[in-house]
């Protein structure tokens, strides 16, 4: 089973000047040579992604998509401002080359990184890799995490990227606009959500560099054992409380493992994979980052939920348009009233208990 990204032609909806692009890296970059072939990474969601092979080098380019797109979504600058402020930490980051912000070179502002040899395998249940290597890439996943969020945002100039206080209380707002704004049909649980999580939000407010989409299919493990060496599409990435990225990351265990595209461990034998449970996975955490335990955690398992659906939603409304940056995106929309009932079952669940 390939653990390689798939590329594809560039989509027609993507097209760009290419000799354009290659005029701009060349002044860009040094030495970056005479051909340029571009390819582009089926799989994303959101910011279409694109291979570039040169006389010198492999680079990945990322832009926004075409089109109208929701306010203050794909925010590409803000990827390349993030990866660059981490790139002298031992959070592992991809090196960025350049970033262009001039719409009229291809059409959208971009930005450019090394091309990293490595896997990635998207669903939790890691059954790309050996037995004997799952248990482990999963401890490196939560660690990288960890590791993230013990970085001082003061001290690698990420003071001003979002602000520090009220994250969850900012992002159901944000989501719930966004949500309302891409929504094509009613979906109740999403309705209910919008009511319950403003009034149930953490009973403890932190700050550190929040990804906003940490799980496997954004991490690249090396070639040659389970290690995390990138973490890759910083698109949602804030200032925010971590807590909500480890829930993120959780979320599969509360998700079906019988439905394609959802990613779930519901279902599996995880021993028998040879994965951590939910609870073994908290406490790794806990541990790497000097935690003693965990409070409201049924309230950030509701909002990332929630805030996936709303994501999806875009996706779907996105498609519908005909600008998604995956071929399969009107399918994966259709799946965010499931992710909202999942959020708003918690939800009520944790209240009652």
Not at 22 to 36: H, S, Y
Not at 174 to 192: E, F, I, V
Not at 301 to 328: C, E, P, T
Request: net charge negative; hydrophobic share 40%; with cysteine.
């Amino acid at each position: 089973m390939s653990m390689s990204p798939e590329l594809v032609e560039v989509l027609p909806a993507h097209k760009f000047d290419e000799s354009r692009l290659l005029e701009w890296l060349q002044k860009a970059i040094p030495n970056f040579g005479t051909r340029l072939e571009v390819k582009q990474f089926q799989g994303g969601q959101s910011n279409p992604t694109f291979l570039l092979n040169t006389d010198s080098d492999k680079y990945v380019l990322r832009k926004k998509p075409p089109g109208k797109t929701l306010p203050s979504a794909h925010m590409v600058e803000r990827e390349y401002k993030v990866m660059r402020a981490l790139s002298d930490t031992d959070v592992p980051v991809p090196v960025t080359r350049a970033l262009c912000e001039d719409s009229s070179i291809i059409g959208t502002p971009f930005y450019v990184m090394d091309y990293l040899e490595g896997r990635i395998v998207s669903h939790p249940a890691l059954r790309a890799l050996d037995r004997q290597e799952r248990m482990s890439a999963h401890y490196s996943a939560i660690d990288t995490l960890a590791a993230l969020h013990a970085v001082d945002v003061h001290q690698v100039g990420l003071g001003d990227y979002g602000r520090p206080e009220g994250y969850v209380a900012r992002q159901v707002a944000r989501w719930s606009k966004q949500y309302l704004a891409a929504k094509t049909d009613d979906m109740p649980a999403m309705d209910k959500l919008m009511e319950w999580l403003p009034q149930n939000l953490p009973s403890t407010d932190e700050c550190a560099i929040a990804h906003g989409d940490y799980r496997f299919g954004n991490l690249m493990l090396a070639p040659d054992k389970p290690e995390v060496i990138a973490i890759l599409d910083w698109e949602l990435s804030t200032l925010g409380h971590p807590l909500a990225d480890l829930a993120y990351f959780c979320l599969p265990y509360h998700l079906p493992s019988d439905m394609e595209g959802m990613r779930g461990l519901q279902g599996e034998d995880l021993e028998a994979l040879g994965i951590p449970d939910e609870q073994e996975t908290i406490a790794r955490y806990c541990q790497q980052s000097g935690r003693d335990g965990i409070a409201d955690w049924h309230v950030f398992l509701s909002f990332s939920l929630f805030r996936l659906a709303a994501i999806l939603q875009g996706v779907y409304a996105r498609a519908l348009q005909g600008n998604a940056a995956n071929a399969d995106a009107l399918q994966v929309g259709k799946r965010a009233s499931l992710l909202a009932e999942a959020g708003w079952r918690i939800a009520s669940e944790g209240e009652r208990s």
